[in-house]
């Protein structure tokens, strides 16, 4: 990743001796023994340990042209077999990178096995292996937890991308130190009688200890910035520390003196602020962000030096262990949440005291259709919810106050749903829109295009919403049905709502809507084709007065326009068509154009 060059900082120094825990060269990596707090400073580099190199892992060349800019170099020896992790706390406006290898010599340090090169314009305050303090999951800035076995050599590079930084704190993580708590780090790689470097906390009981066999003096010397100074009194092997600075101690034997250094740092522990208890009204899916209660947790505290994490459980909370995601997906009820806050200048100083419940109120559900209809034969229908909540009340914009209505008026209601607990209100509100539908009625049947596949059209006077059917095949909203052949049919027309459905035979036949029977060949008889389809169709002919004019069936050449022999007058003709059903009654056809016109 490519980063800018142009950076703005806030100057804090974690710890008053910062720099006296950083080496700016590989070859005198700072050891660290056990889990012992590193507090350090970055400022400039001495020699370039990558030797020109452009990259190492995802390390990348820094404004200084080298891949190091501000650089501090560590080193550790595992003790214990397992899952190790670390976090690099630092203020949230500055940019660090890291590299941890496995390695032995400075001069080979291979690839790293974690590398994390990321900007920080997130403004997070952790980098690391394993998993991020302060609840992020999935941070860029985190690399996978590392494997590692009892007796590997890691070195650690740990570099401020810019030229100014508050400096940082190293706290190792990883279930090594349930194993192993006191022995994870191997101490032998220190070789100082005072031991590594002490970072505690404010009121903490540090007692240095220089017993030597065959002592016959000590002296202690203690520097805060301008030299050593010989701390009068101080004559014992042991020494009992009450303020921060570098320490020494002068062992006198017979043989020569034994000098020994070690820093000790003691940082501020926190007091976390009283924090009000949260009620807020919920819904499926929604989270609270616990970022809006740090800044009530720290009071007047900086916040770039302390971090806030929040726990389930008060043993959590002391041990610094599962907090709980900021974007925290909390269901419905009362939990109390465990506050602790923690200094990142050296995570073993902090404050669980705190604690607030965070209550979390149900906005109701409501789940009823939005569309509802009466059926015309029933005449009203029941709208809302069917269950009711005891703990909830209902409000209709009719004025009615139970959870379901019955309505017989088509129109548009509102049903208003309230939870009410410890003072907080949570509602939610639902409009169903009702309407009327009529039963189906099918009023005429119209057939185009006489052939052996007709289009056949099914119409209704009602206004409404309908389905259609024929001969029991599937209900399609269209009222057409093409490729229909000749003969008898069943159409079902429901509605889609269950108010009811008709069914009804009907007969797809064709027939000439005019004659003319005047000797030109063309249409010189009239007749119904498709009558083959029916089973024993007959045809009858009538005048406007209902006199009988003719009778046919399927085996008529049809009418050709006389009675009794006699030419008959050019008008209109009425005429029936019945035929035997499949129950054996003859029936009348229904929805057929009775009539049609004669023309000479």
């Not at 990596?29 to 995802?58: L, R």
């Not at 499926?284 to 505290?301: I, Q």
Request: net charge negative; proline share 5%.
């Amino acid at each position: 990743m490519v980063k800018p060059i142009i950076r703005t900082f806030i100057v804090l120094f974690f710890c008053p001796l910062v720099h006296s825990q950083v080496s700016q060269e590989c070859v005198s990596a700072v050891p660290i023994c056990n889990n012992t707090p590193i507090n350090g400073g970055t400022n400039g580099y001495g020699v370039d340990d990558f030797s020109g190199a452009t990259t190492s892992g995802c390390l990348e060349r820094t404004t200084t042209g080298s891949i190091e800019s501000n650089s501090a170099w560590y080193r550790f020896r595992t003790a214990a077999s397992g899952q190790l992790g670390f976090n690099i706390g630092h203020d949230n406006g500055e940019d660090w990178d890291f590299a941890l290898y496995q390695a032995t010599d400075c001069s080979n340090l291979g690839e790293p096995v974690r590398c994390n090169f990321f900007d920080n314009s997130e403004g997070t305050s952790f980098i690391g292996v394993g998993e991020d303090p302060t609840g992020i999951s999935d941070s860029v800035h985190y690399e996978e937890w590392l494997q590692v076995e009892a007796g590997e050599d890691y070195v650690l590079f740990i570099n401020n991308f810019s030229n100014v930084n508050s400096g940082f704190s190293i706290q190792f993580t990883g279930s090594i130190w349930e194993t192993n708590p006191n022995d994870a780090l191997d101490c032998s790689i220190i070789d100082n009688l005072l031991g590594p470097p002490i970072a505690a906390c404010e009121n903490d009981n540090v007692l240095l200890d220089a017993t030597t066999t065959g002592a016959m003096a000590y002296e202690w010397y203690v520097d805060t910035g301008s030299g050593y100074q010989l701390i009068s009194g101080a004559a014992m092997p042991t020494y009992q520390v009450l303020d921060s600075g570098q320490y020494r101690v002068v062992v006198t034997t017979a043989s020569g003196s034994i000098v020994s250094d070690v820093q000790v740092g003691f940082n501020e522990v926190p007091v976390t602020q009283p924090l009000a208890d949260e009620i807020f009204c919920w819904s499926m899916g929604m989270v609270y962000d616990f970022s809006n209660k740090d800044a009530e947790a720290l009071g007047s505290a900086a916040p770039n030096e302390f971090m806030v994490s929040y726990h389930s459980s008060q043993l959590d909370a002391d041990v610094g262990a599962n907090p709980l995601q900021k974007q925290y997906e909390k269901g419905p009820g009362q939990e109390t949440i465990y506050v602790r806050t923690t200094s990142l200048a050296n995570p073993n100083c902090y404050d669980a005291s705190e604690s607030f419940v965070l209550e979390a109120v149900e906005t109701p559900e409501l789940t009823f259709p939005e569309e509802m209809v009466i059926c015309e034969a029933v005449g009203s229908v029941e709208i809302g919810e069917t269950t009711a909540n005891p703990n909830y009340t209902y409000l209709w914009s009719t004025g009615e106050q139970t959870p379901s209505i019955l309505v017989s008026q088509a129109g548009e209601y509102t049903l208003t749903v309230t939870n009410v607990s410890n003072g907080t209100s949570c509602e939610a509100s639902r409009s169903v829109v009702v309407s009327l539908s009529t039963m189906p009625v099918i009023s005429s049947v119209e057939k185009e295009d006489m052939s052996t596949n007709n289009t056949v059209t099914i119409h209704t006077e009602n206004q409404g919403e309908y389905e259609f059917s024929m001969d029991g095949g599937e209900f399609q909203s269209s009222n057409v049905f093409q490729g229909v052949a000749p003969g008898v049919h069943t159409v079902t027309m429901r509605d889609p709502y269950g108010c009811g459905e008709v069914q009804e035979e009907i007969v797809v036949v064709g027939f000439l809507a005019i004659f003319s029977p005047n000797g030109d060949v063309l249409n010189e008889t009239w007749q119904i084709e498709g009558l083959s389809t029916l089973n024993s169709p007959i045809v009858t002919i009538y005048d406007r007065y209902g006199k009988l004019i003719k009778q046919m069936n399927e085996f008529d050449p049809g009418w050709d326009g006389s009675f009794n022999g006699k030419p008959m007058p050019s008008t209109d003709y009425w005429f029936k068509l019945s035929y035997v059903d499949n129950a054996g009654n003859r029936t009348y056809a229904k929805y057929l154009q009775s009539h049609f016109s004669l023309r000479r």
